[in-house]
Nanobody
Framework: QVQVRESGGGLVQTGGSLRLSCAVSGFNIGATAWYRQRPGNPREWVAS???????NYADSVKGRFTISRDSAKNTGYLQMNSRKPEGTAVYYC??????????????WGQGTQVTVSS
């Protein structure tokens, strides 16, 4: 069964750190991305990593967030440091499912709430 599930959200103080996890089941983790949706705003891209490990970040999080994955655990991560109050949002993981090396489907998790207190 294909499933993507985020965890690790919660309450963090301004300046603090938090690590989100993205557990993938039903296919091997490869390219992943993190998005967030702040209250009253559309979902926005935060960071992504290709299957080869190349990473990209939104300017607003560059230097503070790190995207990574552990293939042995079939899990992706988003390490978030130096949190800011505007980072309060629901964070979503997207994992690309492939077949024979070709993109098949983007799979989304249900999201995990992160609240940054000022």
């Amino acid at each position: 069964q294909v499933q993507v599930r985020e965890s690790g959200g919660g309450l963090v103080q301004t300046g603090g750190s938090l690590r989100l996890s993205c557990a993938v089941s039903g296919f091997n983790i490869g390219a992943t991305a993190w998005y967030r949706q702040r209250p009253g705003n559309p979902r926005e891209w935060v960071a992504s990593a290709t299957s080869g490990g190349a990473t990209n970040y939104a300017d607003s999080v560059k230097g503070r967030f790190t995207i990574s994955r552990d293939s042995a655990k079939n899990t992706g991560y988003l390490q978030m440091n130096s949190r800011k109050p505007e980072g309060t949002a629901v964070y979503y993981c997207k994992a690309l499912q492939t077949r024979l090396g070709r993109p098949l489907k983007d799979n989304w998790g249900q999201g995990t709430q992160v609240t940054v207190s000022s």
